[in-house]
């Protein structure tokens, strides 16, 4: 584990837009704060449980804390990470998307969480906000999205509404691109179906040009983006303070949630919908999430990073979910992208 008074070894070299030389100690502070605020809230919801920490480090340089709950009340496993790399060999996953940082040495530091509760009725949940550099380039990504098994629209619009008024604050057009972004993004190419419910999703911002910097041009994010067009130059600053407004919109947006639903009673038909449908949690992470690539790229801590992994979790050959059930109204309704904020059940099922 880093210490305040340690310093990277091998660092990028800031660029000129950043507010100078304490900017990855800005945002390491933030991001650990941020793990705190979220696993002590967590804690004291839960009830029972209790977050085990592991701190860790990376030979190649840097290191991290993760927290992990098991067995709670509410939660079946939570975990609540932080990690704070660097080093002088970029991970390919890298290179591919920003090939002009080739030849410099590196620095990344974020939070990340996932949470999987015990009551079908709850949604799990993901977070992860994050800061890299590389020698003449920067940006902050991230993103919260919520994945719930046995759905409801209120709490979509609500998770959404949250996110949505941390966005206002900084750009009126954030949530519509971040938000059609977060449905592209967490969607299961080889299923035809998105993880959950989305909510927000960004990357490579760095206050220069079109909003959506993403891998398809032809998709709803890109085309919204490029109707919009670039919005006025944002600096290091700017995009910060909205990375931790987003991070404090976490609690709000979720909370009120299980507070709503973990006290709903369900039987074995629930919980075993449950267990399957975190299956698709499991393919997503490993065949598709980058998160995961980047860290397995850049040999970080291998507990860590699958701790987003559900501890119990089934497959079963050829599913259908019974007609007019709850089960198909996720697959008609609720795993193709919906505008939640103002979502109709009846216009969505005509």
């Known amino acids: 584990m880093l210490t305040n008074s340690q310093t990277p070894t091998v660092k990028a070299v800031p660029s000129k837009s950043l507010p100078g030389t304490d900017a990855q100690a800005r945002v390491s502070r933030f991001m650990k704060q941020l793990q705190d605020e979220i696993s002590q809230a967590l804690a004291e ?128 057009e954030y949530y519509p691109v971040f938000k059609r972004w977060c449905d592209e993004y967490f969607y299961l190419k080889h299923r035809g179906e998105t993880r959950g419910v989305g909510g927000l999703f960004l990357d490579y911002q760095d206050g220069q ?32 303070a909205f990375v931790q407004d987003c991070g404090g919109a976490f609690l709000p947006a979720y909370v009120p949630i299980v507070q709503r639903r973990h006290g709903l009673e369900y039987g074995d038909r629930e919980r075993n919908f449950q267990l399957y449908r975190r299956g698709r949690y499991v393919e997503f992470n490993l065949v598709y999430d980058r998160g995961t690539i980047f860290g397995l790229q850049t040999n970080g801590r291998t507990e860590s990073i699958l701790m987003s992994l559900p501890p119990l979790v089934r497959w079963e050959y050829g599913y259908q979910p019974e007609p007019n059930s709850k089960e198909a109204e996720l697959y008609e309704t609720f795993l193709k992208p919906q505008d939640w904020i ?9």
């Open 45 to 172: 919801l839960d009830g029972a449980g209790k977050f085990h920490e592991d701190s860790w480090e990376r030979p190649e340089g840097g290191g991290g804390r993760s927290r992990v709950l098991r067995d709670g009340a509410i939660f079946e496993q939570a975990g609540v990470n932080f990690s704070e790399v660097w080093g002088s060999h970029l991970p390919a996953s890298i290179l591919a998307q920003r090939p002009e940082a080739a030849g410099h040495g590196f620095y990344a530091t974020g939070t990340s969480l996932v949470l999987h509760p015990r009551n079908p009725y709850v949604p799990t949940v993901h977070l992860n906000y994050r800061y890299f550099e590389a020698g003449p380039v920067w940006w902050f990504g991230g993103g919260a999205d919520l994945t719930p098994y046995y759905p409801f629209a209120e709490d979509a619009a609500h998770f959404h509404q949250t996110l949505k008024q941390a966005c206002d604050q900084h750009h009126p």
């Open 209 to 240: 040009g079109n909003l959506y910097r993403g891998p398809d041009p032809n998709g709803e994010a890109a085309t919204y983006s490029n109707k919009v067009g670039a919005p006025a130059p944002r600096n290091w600053e700017d995009l910060f």
């Open 342 to 350: 103002n979502f109709n059940s009846a216009e969505a099922q005509s």
